[in-house]
């Protein structure tokens, strides 16, 4: 009976080991936003601490934002044009992470980024906004 007992807890506690601790919980702009103006830093807040060890931001052309097949946005990088930014992979584990942006102006923009939470879990996302004016 106590064998059954342990093996019902570890059947049901193995699929939440598998999950990352530390996933992105706000980032500023947002994803998918439009603003009137452009962000001088983008803002990354995470449930729990991680280290950032890759941001990149990209300005997308007027042909990038067209679907692209699943097999091939695995494969590439980005359509867009790389922004070029002094961010240099962090290895302090925060919460919170301040990437500074140079000026940038109109348009569709992509951000890639990768962190290392606390647990040794690797997390990664793409990010979009748009500067659009008034």
Same mark, same amino acid.
């Given at each position: 009976?106590? #064998? /059954?007992?342990?093996?019902?807890?570890?059947?049901? *506690? $193995?699929?939440?080991?598998?999950?990352?601790? @530390?996933?992105? !919980?706000?980032?500023?702009?947002?994803?998918?936003?439009?603003?009137?103006?452009?962000?001088?830093?983008?803002?990354?807040?995470?449930?729990?601490?991680?280290?950032?060890?890759?941001?990149?931001?990209? #300005? /997308?052309?007027?042909?990038?934002?067209?679907?692209? *097949? $699943?097999?091939?946005?695995?494969?590439?990088? @980005?359509?867009? !044009?790389?922004?070029?930014?002094?961010?240099?992979?962090?290895?302090?584990?925060?919460?919170?992470?301040?990437?500074?942006?140079?000026?940038?102006?109109?348009?569709?923009?992509?951000?890639?980024?990768?962190?290392?939470?606390?647990?040794?879990?690797?997390?990664?996302?793409?990010?979009?906004?748009?500067?659009?004016?008034?």
């Amino acid at each position: 009976m106590l #064998k /059954k007992i342990i093996l019902v807890f570890v059947l049901f *506690s $193995l699929p939440t080991m598998a999950l990352p601790h @530390s996933p992105l !919980k706000l980032s500023n702009p947002m994803d998918g936003a439009s603003l009137s103006k452009a962000p001088i830093q983008y803002k990354m807040l995470f449930k729990s601490p991680a280290k950032l060890i890759k941001f990149e931001i990209f #300005k /997308k052309g007027k042909n990038d934002n067209k679907d692209t *097949s $699943l097999l091939k946005s695995l494969f590439k990088n @980005s359509d867009g !044009k790389v922004i070029e930014t002094n961010y240099k992979p962090s290895l302090v584990l925060s919460e919170r992470h301040l990437i500074k942006l140079p000026k940038i102006d109109f348009g569709s923009y992509e951000v890639r980024w990768r962190a290392v939470g606390e647990d040794g879990h690797v997390l990664k996302g793409i990010l979009t906004f748009e500067v659009k004016g008034k």
